[in-house]
Structure formats: structure tokens, C-alpha cells
């Protein structure tokens, strides 16, 4: 399944010197909350690119503006000045229904409390995005036992999330994020709520799925485990960027 606003590609590590066109900018982006007592500035004039098969962390403390900047990359939300590019998609020239499309087709989303339908069962909470996408019922058996499978869940098809551990859980997310083709993964806080072990067994499943898929991975994080396995760490404080380092990732 291919996309027109987002190409994977084979490389995981792009160099600063691509010639690839990024699969993310943000370009002068301010997210202003108006209040009471004066405006709250969440982003301040953040700019950054990201390009594809990159392994990117947003990390900074409560209300550093990390989860604000995924939720505009995600189109989730605007901004109040400034633009986010998907390719060459300018986000705010979108309807609402335009993005919530693109969302649906271009953008995985891993969320800290795994955000499961209860009453569905792992294979159903995976195919979930390919009923929205209207693939037909054989690819889309294909497709989820492919990705059930690629996350470790072969054999758990059938239960239901309150059947599954934690961490199964979350391996049920990441499969309901990749289903859809998507080549762009948002993922906030997604080792939260685990222990350091299972923390790290979804951090190398990520990581696997960056490497041989060639995903684009976006973390808002606190996760240190989760630092260690990025190749660039984009360090948010008081809404502004002020660190933006490229590093070798920990090999666990």
C-alpha cells in the first residue's frame, strides 16, 4: 500500500547532508493557549525537519511543549502561527476532514494508555484501521496476521485486551499502528506505564520495525531506554527547542 504525501525508505539513519526531501518540517510554529491572566506560549517559534527512517526523540520535562509539537505533526491539532509540512502537504490547508484522512492512511499513533477497544479482540483492534481504510476482507486477514505476528502476538489473536499484559497490549498498539501502511509512527510515552524489561522488548520491536520496514519514528518520552535507542534527541524546554543532537543509538 503506497501513500502520495510520504515515502518510506530503506535507510534508517538518514545523514544531515540527504538530498531527500524531509517527511517532516516545522517551520516558525507557535501553539499559543489563551488564559486569564496573559497567553501560554506551548511552542515558541520551533523549527525542526525530520527525514524519513529517522528514530526521533522529543524528550523535556512536564509542559516543555513535547506532546503539544507531536499532536501538530500528528495533525491532532494546528498551530496558531506557522506551518507543519507532511512531505509537501501544508497542514493547515487541510478541512478537517482532509486530516483526519491523512491520519487514517499516512500516521501510526502509539499512545501511553494503549488506547484499545475493550470489546474488541487483539485481531480486531489491529484490523480496525483497515475497516476505516476499506481494504477488502482477505487483505486485511493477511495483513493483520502479518503485523500480530511481526509483533510477537501469534497465538493471542482472539483475546481481548483484558486478557493481555501490559506489555501485550502495547505490542497489540504498535500492531494496530503499522496495519495500515503507514510510514510515519507518533508514539507518546509509549513505555510509560511498563516495567524497565518489557520497556525495552518494545523498544527493540520499534526499532526492528524502523530497521527492516523503514518507519519514521517520532517519541514524545521521559523514557531514558528510549533515548538511548534514538538517533537524534530534540531536547524541549519552556516550548522552545534548545538541544538538537545526532547520536550512535545503544545497541541492547
Do not use: C, W
Not at 488564559?35 to 527512517?53: C, E, F, M, R
Not at 482532509?98 to 479482540?121: E, T
Not at 487483505?139 to 502476538?153: D, H, S, T
Not at 524541549?236 to 541492547?252: A, N, W, Y
Amino acid at each position: 500500500m503506497t501513500h502520495p504525501l510520504i515515502t518510506p525508505t530503506s535507510d534508517p539513519l538518514p545523514s544531515d547532508s540527504s538530498d531527500q526531501e524531509p517527511m517532516i518540517r516545522v517551520e516558525d510554529v507557535n501553539r499559543i493557549y489563551p488564559q486569564k491572566g496573559g497567553d501560554v506560549y506551548a511552542l515558541n517559534q520551533v523549527s525542526l525537519s525530520i527525514q524519513p527512517g529517522e528514530f526521533t526523540v522529543l524528550m523535556g520535562p512536564s509542559g516543555s511543549g513535547k506532546t503539544t509539537l507531536l499532536n501538530l505533526i500528528g495533525a491532532l491539532d494546528l498551530p496558531t502561527q506557522g506551518e507543519v509540512y507532511l512531505g509537501q502537504q501544508a497542514l493547515t490547508q487541510l478541512s478537517h476532514k482532509q486530516r483526519a484522512r491523512l491520519r487514517r492512511d499516512q500516521i501510526g499513533f502509539i499512545f501511553q494508555a494503549y488506547n484499545l477497544l475493550p470489546v474488541l479482540s487483539a485481531y480486531e483492534n489491529a484490523e480496525f484501521v483497515l475497516l476505516a481504510q476499506g481494504v477488502n476482507a482477505q487483505k486485511r486477514k493477511e495483513e493483520v496476521y502479518g503485523v500480530l505476528k511481526a509483533v510477537g502476538l501469534q497465538g493471542l489473536e482472539e483475546r481481548r485486551p483484558a486478557e493481555l499484559s501490559g506489555g501485550q497490549q502495547q505490542r497489540v498498539a504498535i500492531a494496530r499502528a503499522i496495519a495500515g501502511a503507514p510510514a510515519l509512527i507518533l508514539a507518546d510515552e509509549p513505555t510509560a506505564n511498563l516495567d524497565s524489561k518489557t520497556g525495552q522488548d518494545l523498544i527493540n520491536l520499534m526499532k526492528q520495525l524502523n530497521q527492516e520496514r523503514g518507519l519514521t519514528f517520532v517519541f514524545a518520552t521521559h523514557d531514558p531506554q528510549v533515548m538511548a535507542a534514538a538517533h537524534r534527541v530534540i531536547r524541549l524546554v519552556d516550548g522552545q527547542i534548545i538541544e538538537d543532537r545526532r547520536q550512535t543509538p545503544h545497541q541492547s
